[in-house]
């Protein structure tokens, strides 16, 4: 299972004019091939009336899809410079559609290449990127005699509180970063001496903005 890695938080969408052409961006997540296809298609509908529908997205733990579309710009103009604003910001899951309503004004190859790249970087900005990293649910027990001292201490902690359930223990879940984990059992066993019980529950992914 992947660990930590950059995408976009969603949905965003930008606008650009460039000697009269008009370049809007459209951004979201896809973790799929088919999620990013059925997307292009969805914009492409949308902007059917459009010059161009140019699109790049990259998909999979190793980036193992990658695929670029010029959709009737001279090749290499469009859909590579898109890809390449997604490999220089490391950006996985994510696909991206420009739709350009042509202007009159050739740009020429390097200015279809800047625009398409501009078109791209505030398309992404406009959708936020964030990191998301794999954090174990932990679920620590105790005796209702230590709930004091360990509630303070975990609110007071870096470590994401999600729930405390009151039963014949106290079990307190809370969200540990996989690569903190021996760190936070060793923390927990100190402050309880030993009396905690912790269990690892599932593996999930927390978002942060970045």
């Given at each position: 299972?992947?660990?930590?890695?950059?995408?976009?938080?969603?949905?965003?969408?930008?606008?650009?004019?460039?000697?009269k052409?008009?370049?809007?961006?459209?951004?979201?997540?896809?973790?799929?091939?088919?999620?990013a296809?059925?997307f292009?298609e969805?914009?492409?509908?949308?902007?059917?009336s459009?010059?161009?529908?140019?699109?790049?997205?990259?998909?999979?733990?190793?980036?193992?899809?990658?695929?670029?579309n010029d959709?009737g710009?001279?090749?290499?103009?469009?859909?590579?410079?898109?890809?390449?604003?997604?490999?220089k910001?490391g950006l996985?899951?994510?696909?991206?559609?420009?739709?350009?309503?042509?202007?009159?004004?050739?740009?020429?190859g390097?200015?279809?290449?800047?625009?398409?790249?501009?078109?791209t970087?505030?398309?992404?900005?406009?959708?936020?990127?964030?990191?998301?990293?794999?954090?174990?649910?932990m679920?620590?027990s105790?005796?209702?005699?230590?709930?004091?001292?360990?509630?303070?201490?975990?609110?007071?902690?870096?470590?994401?509180?999600?729930?405390?359930?009151?039963?014949?223990?106290?079990?307190?879940?809370?969200y540990?970063?996989?690569?903190?984990e021996?760190?936070?059992?060793?923390?927990i066993?100190?402050?309880?001496?030993g009396?905690?019980?912790?269990?690892?529950?599932?593996?999930?992914?927390?978002?942060?903005?970045?």
């Open positions: 299972m992947r660990k930590d890695y950059v995408t976009v938080k969603g949905f965003g969408e930008t606008e650009i004019i460039i000697q052409s008009r370049f809007l961006t459209y951004v979201n997540r896809a973790e799929t091939e088919q999620e296809q059925a292009i969805e914009i492409k509908s949308k902007h059917k459009a010059n161009h529908n140019c699109s790049a997205y990259m998909i999979g733990e190793h980036d193992s899809i990658q695929k670029a959709d710009e001279p090749s290499g103009t469009a859909g590579v410079p898109m890809l390449e604003v997604l490999k910001q996985k899951d994510t696909v991206v559609v420009v739709t350009r309503y042509f202007g009159g004004i050739k740009l020429g390097g200015g279809l290449i800047r625009a398409y790249g501009k078109a970087t505030e398309g992404i900005q406009a959708a936020c990127i964030v990191e998301r990293r794999l954090h174990h649910l679920k620590v105790v005796d209702y005699t230590w709930l004091g001292k360990v509630e303070n201490e975990v609110r007071g902690s870096a470590y994401p509180l999600e729930r405390i359930e009151y039963a014949d223990n106290v079990e307190i879940f809370l540990v970063p996989v690569s903190t021996e760190k936070f059992v060793e923390w066993t100190e402050m309880t001496n009396q905690a019980i912790i269990k690892r529950e599932l593996a999930e992914f927390i978002e942060f903005d970045i």
